[in-house]
T-cell receptor
Framework: DAGITQSPRHKVTETGTPVTLRCHQTENHRYMYWYRQDPGHGLRLIHYSYGVKDTDKGEVSDGYSVSRSKTEDFLLTLESATSSQTSVYFC????????????FGPGTRLTVT | QQPVQSPQAVILREGEDAVINCSSSKALYSVHWYRQKHGEAPVFLMILLKGGEQKGHEKISASFNEKKQQSSLYLTASQLSYSGTYFCGTPLIQGAQKLVFGQGTRLTINP
């Protein structure tokens, strides 16, 4: 295992509520990513980080923000959750493998009612 | 810009072979392959690099055709444990760390 955890693992929240998901790694990988996975869409990148305080947008970043104040933690925030953000969210890390392969966390299932 | 995988789903009997394709409308610099079992996280299988170098899984092979902008994953003599959804991922820019993934191919292996 690459030493990557996500919290919470499951969450149900109401529309309009702010939500923060946490990704924690113990492997000192430089790169961290947030993906969402929906049926028929595969894995879509929301945001990624290439270092502490260094982040960039992915293909589906609207409605999401991220922060990385420490190497080991990457936070994903939904400022005001909407039903379209109901999804499974995966965090991934890379940077220490020879070919920058990505290692994924166990995922967070988020339901917005 | 998302790579296109084919087929979308395939059902096999144990011992049969399968080929999963990943095609891109843009230049391919490298192709990552991942497998995801139901309810679990994706797991890295292998990476194909420009020039045909293959790194990764010992029982599954792959090819990388730069001219055709396509990669194919070969699963021979499939085992029950091969069941899952396979994703290919490619960087949009050479050397980029972030990947764009295909929509996935669901593989079901029956006894």
């Amino acid at each position: 295992d690459a030493g990557i955890t996500q919290s919470p693992r499951h969450k149900v929240t109401e529309t309009g509520t702010p939500v923060t998901l946490r990704c924690h790694q113990t492997e000192n990988h430089r790169y961290m990513y947030w993906y969402r996975q929906d049926p028929g869409h595969g894995l879509r990148l929301i945001h990624y980080s290439y270092g502490v305080k260094d982040t960039d947008k992915g293909e589906v970043s609207d409605g999401y923000s991220v922060s990385r104040s420490k190497t080991e933690d990457f936070l994903l925030t939904l400022e005001s959750a909407t039903s379209s953000q109901t999804s499974v969210y995966f965090c991934a890390i890379s940077g220490k493998g020879l070919f920058y392969e990505q290692y994924f966390g166990p995922g967070t299932r988020l339901t917005v009612t | 810009q998302q790579p296109v995988q084919s087929p979308q789903a395939v059902i096999l009997r144990e011992g049969e072979d399968a080929v999963i394709n990943c095609s891109s409308s843009k230049a391919l610099y490298s192709v990552h392959w991942y497998r995801q079992k139901h309810g679990e996280a994706p797991v890295f299988l292998m990476i194909l690099l420009k020039g045909g170098e293959q790194k990764g899984h010992e029982k599954i092979s792959a090819s990388f055709n730069e001219k055709k902008q396509q990669s194919s994953l070969y699963l021979t003599a499939s085992q029950l444990s091969y069941s899952g959804t396979y994703f290919c991922g490619t960087p949009l820019i050479q050397g980029a760390q972030k990947l764009v993934f295909g929509q996935g191919t669901r593989l079901t292996i029956n006894p």
